[in-house]
């Protein structure tokens, strides 16, 4: 083995052993400003990579502008639009600020957000809390007045009812709960309601200790018990704290993000720091829950979400969640084929995420920018569909683009050889 | 009277009936209604009768963990002071012995239902009959003393009657009841057979009784005990499952010609089977052992009871070991592969006259799940249902898990006495 070869092998290992040594906790929920790093009153934070006003996505803008009428800090739309413009409102990828947001992704200084520890690393990252079920959600690039007073409700409500009994539970572990989600039809992205209802049980008697006598316990408890995939953000978060310690490790050509908005589709390699190689996004094959909508509706893939891919879930182990292949009229024998084919292109197996159906194959974890330039395997991703005007209209599959990892390994190859 | 109907043969009036008869599984709309002690609601229940699991026995032929259940559940109701009074009062013809699945119930492993104890009640909203089942009575844990065990019995069987069964009762009352059947669907989605796992479901059952509880019980202890047991147990949902299992199955009894089972049940000596087209009559044989895995080394097969319980109930309605490949989990029980349990569904396939279309496995790319065992098939085929259970010990407690098969002798004499019925 060349030395180069021999330093990349040695790197990935423990980029492996920081991403799966990793013990996500979730430890308390609280307004962004008060706990996202470098966050200001006047910042709205999106799905990444980082993109221009102008060049954004239908989502995207109209989820900017709806955060910023919610925060108060325009007094409408177009108000919004030249604050913008002026850089009066400052504009930036949730990645920049160790989170992550599901579809645009829009976060801003009220935003109760979801704080994981990874305890191992004494790291923390951020997902804004979900704001239940739904078509029409700020998530979406949604915006007006129900969803407004919505927001505000999850603000004054549910994030201060959650914070206590978050802390009263001590924290709640993450990584025990995705290894139980999985052994129960949960590929953790596009169907995570098992996660959802493990957190939920973890999370009853803490409510009663900490909130027990308090009128809004139960409307919290009730619009928990509707959000039946609630916790998929509190994955994504954990995904994030689990990533971020390899984030700049030498000569490592694993993957440490994944991210999409609407318009191109970026990814980090740990060796390369937090440099961005982009690409255009695909567009997402999948069920449209209407019949009036259809591919000409569709924003190319979106969201912070895969960031559940990059640590091996979601499309990496749909064969521990053969119902999501009813999105894309797939079948039992498809999804444990996407699962071996992740395989190829991944530095090893997670034995916390072991997959049922597969007699309990750890999941394809750690994806090496090599193996997919090589094989040209590119990254299964579960996800949603956006509409081109906001709103949630279907969900499917998307690979992400070749052209990303062979810039990052072209870019890997001009810096270490 | 005009002339007589041209006679229809026989094996098309079987195949007639069994058809009724899987029309019935497929329509039944089991939903838990109430909790109420066993007194107030199982017809013909009396102050001195206790209930056990399986088909009918005799107190001197009991095995261990239903001896000391009846001992507990004399002593438990106030009829006897010590266990040397309940035995004499036993002995007396004092006790009404009966099998839960006598009046409208079933019970888990031992089985053992008295007056007082507290009762899911589910309704079949298709043809208005109910089905009941205990809240687990336990104490399931460990191997324990006799006095331990009655020590504890004692502790969490009031513990039930005064602090779960009113939470629940006032929790299910306040939503209106709680459909069973899309929570099975649903469950079973989530790698839950039904039978021997039952993590999915039991969370579910939390969820869908979280805002009743909280909305419904005043008294913060009784609901933190509550709270704390429901995120405890992971089998909850089972007893749920199993008094909706039983309002299925029982709607199904009685179709004249019909070969489908009605009714599989064990009491850790023989096991029992019911014919839809045979009424009320049991069909008994020895019951198998259990192969499975022991949760602790010390326990081996020469501890364990023979297959034992009310709760095959579920494989009766097309789940448990019929369902095996949506839980591949279950296989770590048996040494066993993902391939092995899609194969005994496909067995169990062969077996059965039908599918419950909504009670689909997404791993077998949701087909439904095989239901309704017709006797003839089981001789036919020489394939015995597959039950997933429990195993117990011989004096007491839970001490493992696994799967076994139904004996075929049950099935040869139900088939004999149909035979003699209808030809």
Known sequence: MSVLKEKIAQANFQALELIL???????????????????????????????????????HRNGIIGAALWEGIADDAAHAEQMIERGEIIIAPCHHHDSVGAGAGITSASTPMLVVENTS???????????????????????????????????????????????????????????KA??????CHNRTIASTSLFLRALLEPLLE?????????????????????????????????????????????????????????IQVAGLGDQWFTAPANNV????????????????????????????????????????????QGNMQQAIANTLEMQQICVTSNNDVQIPAMDFAG?????????????????LIDTAITHKQGGLIGAGQVRAPMACFEQALKAFAGRYQ | MGAQRPEIPLPERIRQANQEALAVFQAAQPVWVDVRPALEVLPGMSRNTILHAGPPIAWEHMCGPQQMGVLQAIMYEGLAADQQSAQTLLQQGGIVLAPCHEYQAVGGMAGITSASSPMVVVL????????????????AGGLQSRDHYHGEALKQWHWLANVLGPALQTAVRWLGGLEIRPLIARALEMGDECHNRNSAGSGLILRALAEALFASCSDREQLRQTLAYLSWAEQFSLCVSMAAAKA??????????????????????????????????????????????????????????????????????GLGGHAQGTAPALQQFVGGSFDRAVGLTREMGQITVGVMPDFRLPNMDFIGVPVAVDIRRVIQTGIAPVIDTAIAHRKGGVIGAGQTRAPLACFVAALRAFHQQYS
């Open chain 1, 285 to 328: 094959e999948g069920l449209f829950f209407r019949s009036e909508w259809g591919h000409e509706h569709a924003v190319p893939d979106l969201g912070d979400s895969c960031i559940t891919e990059t640590i091996g879930l979601g499309g990496f182990i749909q064969a521990a969640a053969p119902t999501v292949q009813q999105y894309v």
């Open chain 1, 363 to 379: 999941a394809p974890v750690g994806i090496d920018i090599r193996k997919v330039v090589q094989t040209g395997i590119a990254p």
């Open chain 2, 124 to 139: 079949n909203r298709d043809r208005g009959n109910y089905g009941y089942s205990q809240l687990f009575q336990g104490p």
């Open chain 1, 210 to 266: 900490s909130r027990g006598d308090s009128p809004e316990l139960l409307e919290s408890v009730r619009f928990l018990v509707a959000a039946d995939q609630f916790f998929l953000h509190g994955i994504m978060a954990a995904a994030k704290a689990m990533l971020m310690p390899a984030a700049g490790l030498e000569y490592s050509t694993v993957v440490t993000a994944m991210a999409r908005n609407g318009v191109e589709f970026g």
């Open chain 1, 121 to 179: 690393a004494g790291n923390r990252a951020f997902s804004c809390i979900s704001e239940g079920g739904g078509l029409r959600l700020l998530k979406w690039g949604v915006y007006d007045e129900d969803i407004g007073k919505h927001l505000s409700w999850q603000a004054q409500v549910l994030g201060p009812v959650l914070r206590d009994a978050v802390r009263a539970s001590g924290g709640i572990d993450i990584k025990g709960i995705i290894s």
């Open chain 1, 182 to 187: 999985v052994q129960m039809g949960d590929e």
């Open chain 2, 248 to 317: 299925t199955a029982d709607a199904v009894k009685e179709i004249p010609c019909s070969t489908v089972v009605t009714t599989m049940a064990r009491n850790g000596v023989d096991f029992g089977i019911k014919i839809s087209g045979l009424g009320e009559r049991w069909f008994t044989a020895p019951a198998n052992r259990v192969e499975g895995l022991y949760f602790s080394s010390e326990w081996s097969d020469a501890d364990a009871v023979p297959d034992m319980g009310d709760s095959a109930i579920m494989e009766v309605i």
């Open chain 1, 21 to 59: 040594g990793a013990q996500p906790r979730l430890v308390d929920v609280a307004p962004a400003l008060e706990v996202v790093p470098g966050m200001t009153p006047n910042t709205i934070l999106h799905s990444a990579p980082a993109i221009e006003w102008d060049r954004m996505c239908g989502p």
